[in-house]
């Protein structure tokens, strides 16, 4: 069966630094997707990731590695609007988009 | 603000009512997709269209009747449901192309059955 894992909830301090890690198991790849979720809103697009290695994208970074099936997102300088769900997604070898749980981060003060 | 916007926001539903979700998106997308979200489980992918022609069905009930008119356009109607179909349905749209072709998504009917 395909699965994405991904933690249930974290906590993190305003100002520091949190990485949310993916890991999958699919048939087939074709590209990872972050998603943000705020409560009661619609999920937006953060990043793409098909080739191994980093992607910065100012605050937020997302890291893959194909050949352990591993993800993660790094948040960094994190302020009070970023608490919210972080949804990991996997595009499997029919190009469908399979979906985590989803990781709601809780930041504190 | 996405470009993809749905109605009604909420809905509540006895399990004889007959209604539809309706979905519109304003960026020019050839794709469009119904998803189901329930509290802590993964998104579940329901109905694609692509290019208005109905390319997955992922095994969902036949109380859930899709329609897509024109590629703007998507519709979700909803008879005789049960009360697990209590959720969050949402709508995304994407253009198929080469590369990541993101899904942008609406802000979802909160849809409550008793």
């Known amino acids: 069966g395909q699965n994405i894992d991904q933690p249930t909830e974290m906590t993190a301090t305003e100002g520091a630094i949190v990485q949310i890690n993916c890991t999958y198991q699919?048939?087939?790849?074709?590209?990872l997707f972050w998603y943000q979720q705020h409560a009661g809103e619609a999920p937006t697009f953060l990043s793409y990731?098909?080739l191994d290695g980093l992607e910065e994208k100012g605050r937020f970074s997302s890291f893959l590695s194909r050949s352990k099936g591993y993800s993660y997102l790094l948040l960094k300088e994190l302020q009070m609007k970023d608490s919210a769900s972080y949804l990991c997604?996997?595009?499997?070898?029919?190009?469908?988009?399979?979906w985590g749980a989803g990781t709601k981060l809780i930041i504190k003060p | 603000e996405t470009g993809v916007t749905q109605t009604p926001r909420h809905l509540v539903m006895g399990m004889t009512n007959k209604k539809s979700l309706k979905c519109e998106q304003h960026?020019?997308?050839?794709?469009m997709y119904w998803y189901k979200q329930s509290a802590k489980k993964p998104l579940e992918l329901m109905f694609v269209?692509?290019?208005?022609?109905?390319?997955e069905n992922n095994s969902v009930p036949s109380r859930f009747s899709p329609e897509c008119p024109n590629s703007s356009h998507l519709f979700l109607h909803l008879h005789t449901l049960q009360p697990e179909d209590s959720a969050l349905y949402l709508c995304?749209?994407?253009?198929?192309?080469?590369?990541?072709?993101?899904?942008?998504f609406g802000p979802g009917t909160r849809l409550t059955v008793t």
């Open positions: 995304a749209s994407s253009q198929i192309r080469d590369g990541s072709y993101e899904q942008y």
């Open positions: 960026l020019g997308h050839n794709a």
């Open positions: 269209y692509n290019f208005k022609e109905q390319t």
């Open positions: 699919t048939s087939g790849f074709n590209g």
């Open positions: 990731n098909v």
């Open positions: 997604a996997v595009r499997d070898s029919n190009y469908q988009l399979i």
